[in-house]
């Protein structure tokens, strides 16, 4: 079992995070922090494995405390910018994600994480090729994906991006379930292909019960 420490400075951001690590068979959440202070306490107190990290803490930047935190380190960040990127890779993170994201992405960032932890979790002395094989099992997750992944139907992910480029503004995946016809699962699982494709832009939207709800518009392709 991998524990993970949950790190954002929003307490509701900080949860769905941690809801999304929840999911995951083989990994529990040991505690969220909202700050810097206390990431560090709760770090001490349950000795996590792994810390989803954000930079933007209202105390002290992420990256400023994360060789202190004494485990794994993943940024999950709003910070774009190549700066703050380098520092938290100077800093130790093995990986970073930015904010916001579907919850598939956090899911194959932890995925590739899991195997990395599992081939160097144990006790024997490695030689290059070990130490390369680890090291490519924590970058598999971050080869682009393609739109149409396996097992998707190209006709309902025309649907899905039509729905999105016919609308000014961005949408929910529950209402490209109902333009769509699909169930809200499915529209879910097409709009995050999209996502990660760089074709759409996800945000956050606060509903009235102040859990975030993701909203996805329409870019197009990459680079056009």
């Known amino acids: 079992m991998i524990r993970v420490l949950v790190v954002d400075d929003d307490f509701r951001v900080a949860q769905l995070h941690a809801s999304y690590v929840e999911r995951l068979e083989g990994f529990e959440v040991v505690g969220t922090a909202n700050s810097a202070a206390e990431a560090l306490r709760l770090a001490d107190e349950t000795g996590p494995d792994l810390v989803l990290l954000d930079e933007y803490l209202p105390d002290a930047p992420g990256s400023s405390i994360a060789r202190r935190l004494g485990a794994a380190v993943i940024v999950v960040s709003a910070a774009e910018d190549a700066a703050s990127v380098r520092r938290a890779l100077a800093g130790g993170a093995l990986n970073y994600v930015l904010k916001p994201f579907p919850p598939q992405v956090l899911a194959e960032r932890l995925r590739a994480f899991e195997?990395?932890?599992?081939?160097?979790?144990?006790?024997?002395?490695?030689?290059?090729?070990?130490?390369?094989?680890?090291?490519?099992a924590l970058r598999i997750a971050d080869t682009p994906a393609t739109v149409?992944?396996?097992?998707?139907?190209?006709?309902?992910?025309?649907?899905?991006?039509?729905?999105?480029?016919?609308?000014?503004?961005?949408?929910?995946?529950a209402d490209v379930a109902?333009?769509?016809?699909?169930?809200?699962?499915t529209a879910q699982r097409y709009l995050?292909?999209?996502?990660?494709?760089?074709?759409?832009?996800l945000t956050l939207r606060y509903g009235s019960t102040g859990r975030p709800e993701h909203c996805f518009e329409w870019l197009g392709r990459p680079g056009g």
């Open 115 to 136: 195997r990395f932890w599992t081939l160097l979790d144990k006790d024997v002395q490695l030689d290059q090729t070990a130490v390369d094989r680890a090291l490519q």
């Open 148 to 173: 149409v992944r396996k097992g998707r139907s190209p006709v309902t992910s025309d649907a899905v991006s039509d729905a999105l480029r016919s609308t000014d503004g961005a949408l929910t995946a």
């Open 178 to 185: 109902e333009r769509t016809g699909v169930s809200r699962a």
């Open 192 to 201: 995050s292909d999209l996502a990660r494709a760089g074709r759409v832009r």
